[in-house]
């Protein structure tokens, strides 16, 4: 074979190389694009991260992995979760809590540093039925979980962990969430009482680094210790708020941003005397914001917001109940200074009835970050939950971990009414999914009776899907009593993020002519 040969060849292959690449990027000869409307189709691979449930030796985690069952999926698929534990200088694992910056530890294992670091088994046999896996003590890591094709659209894992006693004690959930880049927590707190940890989990295969900024109800808190922290490899690193700063403040608001690589975050909210609960990221800045599924029997609701801008906020604040949207006597209006932390004390809110909360500019919309913090239960037997602002469920948003007795679905619909279908899966025990669909009416809040699968059931999930009508916004409820005390979480339903737009494009070699 000649060089010519070679050569034309080698243009050949470069030619059909690029042609796919071209064809999404460049308009066609005639002017127009060849990209044509994108089609929605399942995602072919999904990460998830979770933090390390608990410190307490009283803790007693479930984790329940689910993956809706969607159409246009391939026969094949997997998912599985690896420890994310930090790395001892003999290389063991150790998943004591970090004190400050670079991973300085705190409450290590007394034998050294070392500490188990096995994932739970969570292996799903097929989409629709979901997979538990219980985990006890404090040795318990962060995990790093992947799924691919069948098992990758919309997949969820619920980390819920029970406290008997202590600091904390109670009820604590948090959804694995995927990695990102940047992350708002409205609602942390270095208030004495409190003990607030930022989880940051790295799934890549190289460091990641990130900044942790502190803002108060004056602004930014200076400090250099909370820049360039390195998240080692395939680990987890618990940050304590309180070594961040020496500021006592009661209502912050976190912003982790990750310089290098990418990050899951979740923030553990601990009281001494009133339980707590993971706080979840906020939504990204808006001007207009939703807070679903306040507990009815809420006894106290704390608003705190944060605008990052340069500009002041004033918000009109409305609660959607069952009837209609109401505007809480004495905090109509929320006024966010720029670069400060705001809070308001909104009380028993409810009044009995199910709620969400409604954020929508008065004049100039300027783009904030909101959270609430929620009670139950009154003097010892108070607990604690946050409730972030979310996105809508959008196409579906499944929530995983569900009993037919302590779960609550709270939707709500803002601006018009819509048609929601909740459908329950089968059970971690058997069973058969069963659907409903609901009215919600515009500017109102149902605590819908959601349904149950049919059959044994065992552990369930649910998933939201708009039928016609408005955006709606969903959470999720759980509830358990233990000694008396009433614990819960809440969890906001986002959409879950199944499915991804791909453009259909033709060939188009006129491109390379350009």
């Not at 969607?70 to 970090?98: L, M, N, W």
């Not at 552990?459 to 819960?488: C, D, I, M, N, Q």
Request: charged share 20%.
């Amino acid at each position: 074979m000649n060089r010519t040969t070679l050569s034309l060849i080698a243009g050949t292959a470069a030619l059909a190389a690029v042609t796919g690449f071209a064809s999404l990027s460049a308009p066609g000869a005639s002017g127009t694009d060849t990209a044509r409307a994108a089609a929605e189709l399942p995602v072919e691979r999904t990460s998830l991260l979770c933090p390390a449930p608990s410190t307490s030796d009283l803790a007693e985690t479930s984790y329940t992995s689910f993956t809706p069952v969607t159409k246009g999926t391939g026969s094949d698929g997997r998912s599985a979760f690896q420890a994310a534990a930090g790395q001892s200088a003999d290389g063991t694992g150790d998943t004591g809590k970090t004190d400050g910056k670079n991973g300085d530890k705190k409450g290590g294992d007394k034998k050294g540093g070392k500490k188990k670091t096995g994932a739970p088994t969570l292996t799903p046999k097929e989409p629709g039925t979901p997979v538990t896996a219980d985990a006890s003590g404090s040795d318990t890591p962060g995990l790093v979980g992947t799924a691919e094709g069948k098992f990758a659209p919309g997949w969820t894992v619920q980390e819920t962990t029970e406290v008997a006693a202590g600091n904390g004690r109670g009820l604590q959930g948090v959804n694995c969430t995927a990695p990102d880049t940047e992350f708002w927590f409205p609602g942390a707190s270095t208030a004495t009482g409190r003990t607030d940890y930022v989880h940051l989990t790295n799934p890549d295969d190289s460091a990641a680094v990130a900044d942790i900024e502190l803002y108060g109800k004056d602004g930014d808190l200076k400090s250099t210790v909370g820049e360039g922290i390195t998240v080692p490899p395939h680990s987890s690193e618990p940050i304590l708020l309180s070594t961040l700063t020496d500021e006592k403040q009661t209502d912050l608001t976190v912003h982790v941003n990750v310089r290098s690589g990418r990050l899951g975050a979740a923030v553990q909210a601990l009281d001494d005397k009133a339980g707590g609960d993971w706080l979840a990221a906020a939504t990204d800045p808006s001007g207009s914001l939703v807070l679903p599924g306040i507990p009815k029997d809420a006894t106290s609701v704390r608003l705190i917001a944060f605008t990052p801008g340069d500009a002041d906020a004033d918000l009109k604040v409305r609660l959607a109940s069952p009837t209609g949207s109401i505007t809480p006597a004495g905090n109509e209006t929320l006024h966010v200074k720029a670069g400060m932390t705001t809070a308001a004390d909104l009380g028993d809110v409810t009044r009995g009835e199910a709620g969400s909360l409604i954020l929508t500019p008065t004049g100039q919309s300027v783009p904030v970050v909101a959270a609430l913090k929620v009670v139950r239960g009154k003097g010892a037997k108070q607990e604690t939950a946050f409730i972030p602002a979310t996105a809508p469920v959008g196409t579906r948003a499944t929530s995983a971990d569900n009993s037919g007795k302590g779960t609550t679905l709270s939707i709500t619909a803002p601006t018009r009414t819509a048609q929601v279908k909740v459908t329950a899966s089968a059970g971690s025990d058997g069973g058969t999914a069963v659907s409903k669909t609901y009215t919600i009416k515009a500017g109102t809040t149902q605590d819908v009776d959601a349904p149950v699968p049919s059959g044994p059931k065992g552990t369930y999930a649910l998933t939201v899907e708009p039928v016609s009508g408005g955006p709606v916004y969903a959470a999720r409820t759980l509830a358990v009593t233990e000694g008396g005390v009433s614990g819960f979480t809440v969890q906001t339903l986002p959409d879950d993020r199944g499915m991804v737009a791909v453009p259909e494009t033709d060939q188009d070699l006129s491109v390379l002519q350009k």
